[in-house]
């Protein structure tokens, strides 16, 4: 699409009668013109625009009444905002501007309906556009459009607001609760998507510390990570066991939590016939074997790894 | 901190629904009396924290919003004007969605501790379910006219500043125009790397229409008595965001 083309959308998405028709082409093209996060950002309205596609569909949540339609167009929209949030131009300026807290509403929301399931992986796309590197990878795509929301834009690199802030943000604005509730009652690839933003968070000191700061939180998420890998016995997922994994090892940097899951860690990662899956995955076997060992069962540990682990340093209070 | 309009109770005598099909019971139990009592008390439970956290949150997005799109506007009119359509929207908008499952739960619970012992639970709880439905809506409208509300005097203090340095440029016939186009110059690529089409015209009418939309997108609610009589202003105005349409929209107003 030529520069032409994108202005002439963009120009489009303030007119309610043309803006349907431009989320959809926008969305469409957005990964082959790298200036259209700054175009939507600082063109006049657009950002309004979005918002209006956003809110309007509020009264449709509760009762669920949202169609297939109104979906897709507002995940266009979302699409869109996925832009502004992953590039580097604006990626501040959407988080001081608070637009992700527009989208939380629809983290809240319990229908299982495709609709529904949509937009939350769509807004959760969102989320996880702000928190750099890669989003999760999906093995084989379950349904294209919806990986393909949630897989979009990593590995850029931030300028003008840093990891740290990103998380801060996140983390005072509750994220934390919104994503255990998609952790426990999503789809496959939405727990994914979830679990991949907790990991994030996680992994920045400010977030290990926060989830780690009281036994209510530690156990909250500890509970979450714990009914998943239970449901995944049934229903395997190797790339959601990964970012599962990447979650528990980090919590067992943290030294109150390193005793808990001495207690909590579910036993089915100490079995080799569920672990028998990461069998071509070395990183996160390497991971699960840290793990057992930085918590207590060496012997575990052993089956997974042929090297000497030690325990992690500890970190934090 | 969330203020209620103090004429509140007063009015929800009024407007409260006791639906003809609780008319046996509705004499017994004081329902004319007792109704509105769960209802304040619903609100005041629900209220504050939802009114707080959504006039903050639509604060901020609108101030950055306006202050972005109106950067070289000349016209404090056209930047309060944008804010206050953007902000109620907004505010509004997040109260609502935010309020109605807690209010529902809320006033069920109220109604259930002024209700309950006077008569047997499996009545109680169809009365209490036809009650809260037909009362959530009023709560409701009464929870997101208090955002709305609120969100226009706040944003209106933060944008304070903003006002005034239009003003104080026109009373000194200084170009406001030219500066904060200059100013915008230093700070970046964006928005001057952006393509004409795109960049903020000061009162140009198909831009200014995008914020005039935020009056026209439906509320949540169906029209409400309350929600009438509190607005009857319903339709959009006569829009003071646009210039006369004397052919001279785009050019610089501030001379």
């Not at chain 2, 919003?65 to 953007?86: C, G």
């Not at chain 2, 230093?186 to 015209?201: C, H, I, V, W, Y």
Request: glycine residues 4%; contains cysteine.
């Amino acid at each position: 699409m030529s520069s032409n083309e994108i202005e002439t959308y963009v120009h489009q998405l303030i007119n309610p009668a043309t803006r349907e028709n431009a989320l959809l082409e926008l969305s469409k093209k957005r990964e082959n013109f790298p200036e259209l996060a700054p175009y939507l950002w600082y063109s006049f309205g657009t950002i309004a625009a979005l918002l209006q596609e956003i809110v309007s569909i509020y009264p449709l949540l509760s009762p669920p009444a949202l169609t297939a339609h109104a979906s897709n167009r507002v995940c266009n929209a979302l699409a869109l905002l996925q832009c502004v949030a992953s590039h580097p131009e604006t990626r501040g300026l959407f988080l001081q501007a608070h637009v992700p807290l527009f989208l939380y509403p629809f983290l809240n929301t319990v229908s299982k309906t495709r609709p529904f399931e949509y937009l939350r992986l769509t807004s959760l796309g969102v989320i996880g556009a702000l928190v750099k590197e890669r989003m999760p990878q999906a093995g084989h795509r379950v349904c294209g459009a919806m990986a393909e929301i949630a897989l979009l834009h990593g590995g850029r690199t931030t300028l003008g607001v840093d990891d740290t802030d990103v998380i801060n943000f996140l983390l005072s604005t509750e994220i934390i609760p919104l994503c255990l509730r998609t952790m426990e009652m999503g789809s496959e690839l939405s727990k994914t998507v979830a679990t991949f933003i907790v990991q994030k968070i996680l992994l920045d000191d400010v977030g290990l510390n926060y989830i780690c700061a009281t036994a209510e939180r530690f156990f909250a998420v500890g509970a979450v990570l714990g009914n998943m890998v239970v449901m995944l016995a049934e229903q395997p997922s190797p790339r959601l066991l990964k970012h599962i994994i990447r979650c528990y090892l980090r919590l067992s940097d943290n030294p109150r939590a390193r005793e808990a899951l001495r207690q909590c860690l579910p036993e089915l990662l100490r079995n080799p016939g569920f672990t028998a899956c990461l069998k071509s995955d070395d990183t996160t076997r390497r991971w699960l074997a840290q793990l057992l060992v930085n918590v207590g069962f060496p012997e575990a540990a052993a089956q997974l790894s042929n090297e000497m682990l030690q325990p992690t340093p500890l970190q934090g209070q | 901190m969330a203020t209620a309009d103090p004429n509140l109770f007063a009015k929800l005598h009024n407007f409260v629904v006791i639906n003809p099909s609780l008319a046996g019971l509705a004499e017994r139990l004081q329902l004319k009396r007792l109704v509105p009592v769960a209802v304040d008390r619903a609100i005041v439970e629900i209220m504050p924290p939802v009114v707080e956290r959504s006039v903050t949150i639509a604060c901020m997005t609108a101030y950055e919003m306006v202050t972005k799109d109106y950067a070289v506007d000349p016209d404090e009119n056209r930047l309060r004007s944008a804010a206050h359509l953007m902000v109620s929207s907004l505010a509004g908008s997040l109260a609502l969605v935010t309020c109605k499952e807690p209010l529902r739960v809320s006033l069920a619970n109220q109604l259930h501790a002024l209700l309950s012992g006077q008569m047997e639970a499996h009545v109680l709880e169809g009365a209490l379910q036809v009650l809260v439905n037909d009362n959530l809506e009023l709560g409701c409208s009464i929870i997101e006219r208090a955002a709305t509300d609120k969100a226009v005097r706040d944003i209106d203090k933060s944008l304070a500043a903003a006002y005034e340095a239009r003003g104080n440029a026109r009373a000194r016939g200084q170009p406001f125009y030219e500066r904060a186009l200059y100013a915008q110059s230093q700070q970046g690529r964006f928005p001057a790397a952006l393509p004409e089409s795109l960049k903020p015209k000061p009162g140009l009418p198909q831009q200014q229409r995008v914020y005039e939309d935020f009056a026209r997108m439906p509320r949540a609610l169906p029209p409400h008595p309350l929600n009438a009589s509190f607005r009857p202003d319903g339709a959009p105005p006569a829009s003071p965001l646009q210039q006369p349409q004397d052919g001279s929209a785009v050019q610089v107003p501030d001379k």
